[in-house]
């Protein structure tokens, strides 16, 4: 996005409905806050019994990166929100556009392996030797995202204020290699959400042959297999919504400044719950399985 063509008139605070969108991020950032800290507690407190399995080592890896997109919101974009600026410093805009991206990425990678890994789990025939080694997976995984992040940091990307949308908007300068770069990125983002996708419908159906006709009594929601359904469709319907607003914010640079802040307040909206619904989706998940 190019700066200089945003000026500071007619800023979107002036919108009637301002308030309004500012104390519902609040309380959804209030309510992450709160999941994600119970998951992490929970983590810590059966660390024992649930480490033996390293589906646990890579759920934990997915909340250490939902848990910072969480304290993202809350330090950067909630203050943001209130005080109607943001960050005026260089230092400032880069460090937030590091941590972000890390976020971002690292749930992305995690959510990933946790789909595979859980396959490879349900799968009786076979089992990935590679999941059985929790140091490796946590040193590639966390390695390869600290690698896309300081590229992306190395080339020059930052964060950038525009004051129209009061919201701050991923830039990077305008050269061959860094579109190039920036078009892997998205290929990649869009490749691990397919990958990712196919893992959670090969788990589905594995789940549902190996079980067989369900009992009578039982009923479907308890059954393993729909709570994989109802996680699959919750998480892929915001990613596809998280796409869909990535892919038209570039469209709208000469709009008007409501329209900004709407698309860009829907897309943080948005990458909010996906950091909400991981751990969500897991402690619910795993109090249906109890039933």
């Given at each position: ?6 000026e ?20 959804l ?19 024992k019994?649930?480490?033996e ?30 005080k ?6 260089y ?11 890390l976020?971002?990425y ?15 789990m349900f799968?009786l ?19 390869f995202?600290?690698i ?20 701050h ?45 369900l ?12 709570v ?6 919750i ?6 919504i ?13 709009d ?21 619904a991981f ?5 619910i ?7």
């Amino acid at each position: 996005y190019p700066g200089d063509s945003y000026e500071d008139a007619g800023m979107v605070q002036k919108c009637a409905s301002y308030t309004f969108f500012v104390i519902v991020h609040i309380i959804l950032v209030v309510l992450s806050l709160v999941i994600n800290g119970t998951m992490q507690a929970v983590l810590i407190a059966m660390r024992k019994k649930l480490f033996e399995s390293t589906f646990y080592i890579v759920v934990a890896g997915l909340m250490f990166f939902t848990t910072l997109k969480t304290i993202i919101q809350a330090v950067f974009i909630v203050p943001q929100y209130i005080k109607e600026t943001g960050y005026h410093t260089y230092i400032s805009h880069k460090r937030f556009f590091i941590i972000d991206t890390l976020a971002d990425y690292g749930i992305l990678i995690f959510s990933t392996v946790m789909a595979a890994n859980r396959c490879s789990m349900f799968c009786l025939s076979t089992h990935c030797p590679f999941f059985s080694r929790v140091k490796l997976i946590l040193f590639v995984h966390f390695s390869f995202v600290i690698i896309i992040v300081a590229i992306l940091a190395g080339i020059g990307c930052t964060k950038e204020f525009l004051p129209l949308a009061n919201a701050h908007v991923d830039v990077c300068p305008d050269t061959a290699a860094t579109i190039t770069f920036q078009q892997l990125l998205v290929s990649v983002y869009y490749i691990a959400c397919a990958v990712s996708c196919g893992f959670y419908i090969a788990t589905y159906w594995m789940i549902r042959y190996q079980r067989g006709v369900l009992m009578k009594k039982e009923r479907n929601r308890r059954g393993p297999e729909t709570v994989i359904l109802k996680q699959a469709i919750i998480i892929f319907g915001l990613y596809l919504i998280y796409i869909a607003l990535s892919k038209g914010l570039p469209n709208l640079v000469n709009d008007s400044g409501e329209i900004q802040f709407l698309l860009n307040y829907a897309l943080n909206f948005v990458a909010l719950l996906i950091s909400t619904a991981f751990p969500g989706l897991l402690l619910i998940s795993s109090m249906e399985m109890r039933r």
